[in-house]
């Protein structure tokens, strides 16, 4: 927790070091040991050593109350019920309104919603592998290919997982172990509409899916959770197709990475299960908080230590035994409850405005009751959506920790955020100062990116996240 942060920490985090302060006339220790020892309780994980600043804990930073969890079904989300939440005539106005302004503003050029804008972004969600429980099943056993199956222990096992998910492009790798009393809740009840279809946990050997269920085995107690980068640069266009373009190219590149771990899976000898339709296996970013790849936020979305909220998450289960990671902490929830910025350039209202999470749900569409968040009213969103013709993400734009993290200044700035909460206040006014963050308007011209014919591969930095440090 920031409060057993050492002095030396608080000094480091405030950027006094690099200010000529004299650590050893402060505390009498040697100023480098406080860093070490991070860095060398982050080694001991099967995972890339990360910032100083980021700390290992045994429990997520969000409170939740695991005996009255309960699973949820996705189809309740605004993407299998939003029809039923606003109603027919509701539905078909926004439906009609997107089309129509979408149209007009291609016609009118307007910037980011131009021929160029809309074909790009439609291009880059080409090319997305069809969604399979078991995924491809395409490569060659080892039973194929004549020899014994792959054998490591869980830590040998979790570092080619992430060696290997590292070199198909995905940002951060973690591992959650499924206990039917708590974890294993955060696999959907049933998966997206129109099927509905119900997953259920088995004592089988191997899972199934057929006509009216899909079968997870017991014995697939291991989930590997992993991000994707999200292009920082592309998310301060929106909402405007060319902002719209960050996720259409970050869901190509992550539905292609799963299938391509379903079937690295395979060929070591093992089985994983996954989405069989869009989003449709798991809870993700609760997910992703447990295995330590970030904190949940005020977004009611992840927020990670290298790349802010510019990720978006995915899991699968499988019988290959791993090791877990371990949760962290680094302010992020503390953080949240002075800074609101997202929820106040939110054009729709939709984000909460309260200062401390709470445990009711906003609407059917959260699964409330039983973890305390900052829920968002998902309707308001989505209405918001179809007005300005797409997914919007201005709020993960506008967030301070979704800025370029290899400013050194804003590295202090995080490190502060994680040690203390004393400067919280003061740090978002500062950010706001620095970065003024507009209600549904691009942070940047549209017509500007275009411009630049040396733009990083993806709109994104795979070095990024402290991986020089
Ligand atoms: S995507 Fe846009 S409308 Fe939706 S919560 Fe974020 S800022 Fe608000
Ligand atoms: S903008 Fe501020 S309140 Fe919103 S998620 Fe980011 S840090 Fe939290």
Avoid at 203 to 209: H, R, S
Wanted: charged share 25%; hydrophobic share 35%.
């Amino acid at each position: 927790m920031p409060e057993q942060l050492t002095r030396r920490q608080m000094i480091k985090a405030l950027g006094l070091a690099g200010a000529g302060v004299s650590l050893a006339a402060v505390s009498g220790g040697n100023p480098l040991n406080a860093a070490s020892e991070a860095i060398a309780d982050t080694k001991a994980q099967p995972v890339p050593r990360r910032y100083w600043w980021v700390k290992n804990v045994d429990k997520i930073t969000m409170e939740v109350d695991w005996k009255n969890y309960k699973r949820f079904s996705e189809w309740k989300t605004t993407r299998g019920s939003l029809k039923e939440y606003r109603g027919n005539a509701e539905d078909a106005k926004y439906l009609k309104l997107q089309k129509d302004n979408l149209l007009k503003w291609e016609l009118e050029n307007v910037p980011g919603y131009t021929t160029k804008d809309t074909a790009l972004k439609n291009a880059v969600g080409y090319g997305r592998p069809p969604f399979q429980f078991m995924g491809p099943q395409t490569v060659s056993t080892p039973q194929d290919r004549g020899v014994p199956i792959y054998e490591g222990s869980p830590e040998e096992s979790s570092r080619i997982i992430t060696a290997a998910l590292r070199h198909m492009g995905a940002a951060t790798v973690g591992f959650v172990q499924l206990e039917p009393d708590s974890t294993r809740k955060l696999i959907y009840a049933e998966e997206p509409a129109p099927s509905k279809k119900p997953i259920f946990f088995e004592n089988v050997d191997v899972g199934y899916e057929d006509e009216k269920k899909l079968v997870v085995p017991d014995k697939a107690r291991w989930i590997i959770v992993f991000t994707i980068q999200m292009s920082t640069e592309t998310m301060k266009y929106g909402p405007t197709q060319l902002g719209s373009l960050t996720t259409a190219l970050t869901y190509t590149r992550m539905w292609t990475i799963v299938s391509q771990l379903h079937e690295f899976l395979r060929g070591l000898g093992y089985h994983s299960y996954g989405p069989s339709q869009f989003n449709g296996f798991s809870i993700n970013p609760a997910l992703a908080t447990l295995a330590g790849l970030g904190e949940m936020s005020r977004l009611n979305r992840i927020i990670t230590p290298e790349y802010g909220p510019m990720v978006r998450a995915v899991s699968i289960a499988t019988d290959l035994p791993l090791a877990p990671t371990k949760p962290i902490s680094f302010g992020v929830m503390d953080f949240c409850k002075d800074c609101k910025t997202c929820a106040e350039i939110c054009p729709s209202g939709a984000l909460s405005m309260d200062r401390e999470p709470s445990w009711e749900g906003k609407g059917p569409w959260n699964n409330g009751g039983a973890h305390k968040a900052w829920y968002e009213d998902s309707v308001k969103c989505r209405n918001y959506w179809n007005t300005c013709g797409t997914n919007c993400g201005t709020c993960f734009s506008s967030c301070p920790y979704a800025v370029d993290d290899e400013a050194s200044m804003h590295k202090i700035i995080k490190g502060t955020i994680a040690s203390t909460t004393m400067f919280n206040s003061l740090l978002v006014a500062a950010d706001r100062k620095a970065f003024p963050a507009t209600t549904g308007q691009p942070m940047k011209n549209p017509e500007d990116w275009w411009k630049d014919t040396n733009l990083a591969e993806m709109g994104i930095d795979t070095r990024r996240g402290g991986r020089n440090i």
